[in-house]
């Protein structure tokens, strides 16, 4: 078809020229519309493809990847982006901690701490991890009684909830900053996420010949009244997936260092018998601001409780 044929064609399909109804949803469906009857002349794609297509995002759907691939082509990661610039275009201070992507493994209903808590309730042989660190304005100033939601792997790279053999909120947990505005806890060093390797996200990844690994992570969601919601990660520091996150999610800002300690008065110290781990990470919120668009995305979440 030629390309005037085939925007005549879209429009019709689409409504573009009918009565009202949704404009919005008319013009994109137009559009995507007009781009697939495009890439289909373009790359004259076969109906076995087009079919083939179709069951794979059937599949996707089944799996329950869709989220998983949406990190994976970069799409969370694109948001991102978007609401970087839309922030800098309104003027909201400098100074806050960098977001990146929260990704499809987060559940509400974590267990709530008042100042610490320790998120490990499953048996794990992995490194014993504290992480701690203040809460505060862009300017310093300590925000007491804001709310640290933290959730991360096990040493398998495997989340809780999604993983049925981990007992519920293994590894997450919210925790309230206390009259400093400081949050910690113990917890152990999380191993990197990879896609299922038979899933759907996997083989087109497998297509693309490109991994599906993620760096290990801490994923946070930070908030404090009057402030701008934060949802971010932290990233181990060494791993080889550190700059090659399938998900695009590593930023400038948000690898501190870790330090390791094997000394026993420092074991003694912590009350443990094994060698561990320390991140110190602070959170850094601008001001709300009337009119700009919200950080925390309204999406599909698990909840449980
Ligand atoms: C993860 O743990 C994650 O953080 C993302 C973004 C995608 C898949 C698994
Ligand atoms: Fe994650």
Redesign the pocket.
């Known amino acids: 078809m030629q390309k005037t044929e085939i925007q005549e064609f879209a429009a019709r399909i689409s409504g573009t020229q009918s009565k009202a109804a949704d404009t919005r949803v008319k013009a994109i469906v137009d559009r995507v519309l007009v781009d697939i009857f495009t890439v289909i002349e373009e790359f004259d794609v076969k109906p076995e493809e087009f079919w083939s297509a179709l069951s794979y995002l059937t599949e996707l759907g089944r799996s329950n990847e869709y989220?998983?691939l949406a990190?994976?082509l970069g799409i969370?990661h694109f948001f991102d982006v978007r609401l970087d610039e839309k922030e800098a275009a309104a003027g909201i201070e400098a100074g806050g901690t960098p977001r990146t992507?929260?990704?499809?493994?987060y559940v509400g209903g974590a267990p709530v701490a008042i100042g610490e808590a320790r998120l490990d309730t499953d048996p794990d042989d992995g490194e014993i991890l504290f992480v701690d660190g203040q809460v505060t304005d862009t300017t310093g100033r300590p925000l007491a009684g804001a709310t640290v939601e933290v959730w991360?792997?096990n040493t398998k790279?495997n989340?809780s909830f999604f993983d049925k053999t981990q007992s519920a909120f293994n590894l997450r947990r919210t925790i309230k900053t206390d009259a400093e505005g400081r949050y910690r806890f113990r917890s152990i060093m999380p191993s990197g996420?990879g896609?299922p390797p038979a899933g759907p996200t996997q083989q087109l990844l497998d297509r693309l010949g490109r991994h599906?690994q993620?760096p290990a992570?801490i994923?946070f969601m930070v908030s404090a009244d009057g402030y701008r919601q934060l949802t971010t990660?932290i990233n181990i520091d060494g791993d080889a997936y550190l700059h090659d996150?399938?998900?695009f999610?590593t930023r400038d800002g948000l690898v501190p260092a870790v330090t390791h300690h094997t000394d026993p008065s420092a074991l003694k110290d912590r009350s443990v018998d094994r060698p561990f781990a320390t991140i110190t990470f602070d959170f850094a919120l601008p001001h709300a601001v009337a009119g700009v668009p919200a950080t925390l995305i309204d999406r599909p979440r698990a909840q449980v409780g």
């Open positions: 989220g998983l990190a994976g969370e992507i929260e990704g499809p493994l991360h792997a790279g989340y996420y896609c599906g993620r992570h994923h990660q996150d399938f998900a999610a």
